[in-house]
């Protein structure tokens, strides 16, 4: 199992411009940040239809030289956001090896009915919107409900709040809309940023609570512990049923069934010889007692 570290980005886009992406990343590691996702868009709603069984998604970009050089500062993951408008979708997803390469899964829903599919049967982590279309796509209860068992998480990206007063008006009312239908349950923060003039730091971001309607803890955990659980849930739907060795630090003790046995019938037993031993001593008391009676009795009727 992958370590992580809080604060937590997962969605920054990947850009062919090494010096971006590079620029984007020390900004982030200078504001806090420890763990983050370089993040790629794939649309399946242009894809023309492919023949069944065929690869249709892409292989996640090479970041090994960022990885080399963020090693001790940062943790790169690798996401991909998919962006579908029907459930045919569900099955390319079931075919594919490349998938199994990405450490996230976010699916963008751009109808009702794929938002709903998203929010039910989706084999993904991740459920975020466009900023462009956002708000027309509202997520009902019972939805809401059925993502939340699953462990699916709803991502608000705040760059397209900074760009512009329309992308944060729509964002808002996304927000608004967790908060009716979920009580703002199961959501984290993301920056979507494209350069590093749109990154925040986690204090920051975790204060946009207040505008979307989360409460403080809702706020602080959009950006930490959620991150955290929702790396776990990944990395389980990734690996599936694994074997896992644990090694412990400290010296291991055996114990013998049989001699625990003798022991506890030892004790017993001596259990039982005290309690015999109190008995005894009790019955020479009582028969001294009598005997000094007795005296006293012969005393008396000899002073009579």
Do not use: W
């Not at 099955?91 to 039910?120: E, W, Y």
């Not at 964002?171 to 608004?176: E, L, S």
């Amino acid at each position: 199992m992958e370590q992580t570290q809080a604060f937590y980005d997962f969605c920054i886009p990947h850009n062919k411009d090494d010096k971006i992406m590079r620029a984007t990343l020390s900004e982030l590691v200078d504001l806090g940040y420890k763990t983050i996702a370089i993040d790629q868009t794939f649309d399946h709603s242009k894809k023309e239809a492919a023949k069944r069984g065929t690869e249709i998604f892409p292989e996640p970009q090479s970041i090994q030289h960022l990885r080399k050089e963020f090693d001790s500062k940062l943790k790169i993951l690798q996401r991909i956001t998919i962006v579908y408008v029907d459930v045919n979708v569900a099955h390319a997803m079931s075919v594919s090896m490349n998938l199994r390469k990405f450490n996230l899964i976010a699916g963008q829903p751009k109808t009702d009915a794929a938002l709903t599919h998203c929010c039910t049967s989706f084999n993904g982590d991740i459920i975020t919107f466009d900023s462009l279309a956002g708000s027309r796509l509202l997520v009902n209860r019972k939805a809401y409900q059925i993502a939340i068992r699953r462990g699916i998480f709803f991502e608000l990206k705040y760059s397209p709040a900074i760009t512009d007063s329309n992308y944060r008006k729509d964002m808002i009312k996304v927000a608004q809309n967790y908060c009716t239908k979920g009580k703002s349950k199961n959501i984290i923060f993301s920056s979507g940023a494209a350069n590093e003039f749109q990154v925040r730091s986690p204090c920051d971001v975790a204060n946009l609570a207040f505008i979307f309607g989360l409460s403080e803890d809702q706020g602080k955990n959009a950006v930490n512990r959620f991150c955290r659980q929702l790396f776990l849930r990944a990395e389980s739907r990734r690996l599936g049923k694994t074997i896992m060795f644990v090694k412990g630090n400290g010296p291991i003790v055996f114990s013998d069934s049989s001699s625990d046995d003798n022991e506890s019938a030892a004790e017993d037993d001596e259990m039982d010889s005290m309690e015999t031993g109190d008995a005894e001593i009790e019955d020479f008391q009582n028969e001294v007692e009598s005997e000094n009676s007795q005296d006293r009795d012969r005393k008396r009727i000899k002073l009579a």
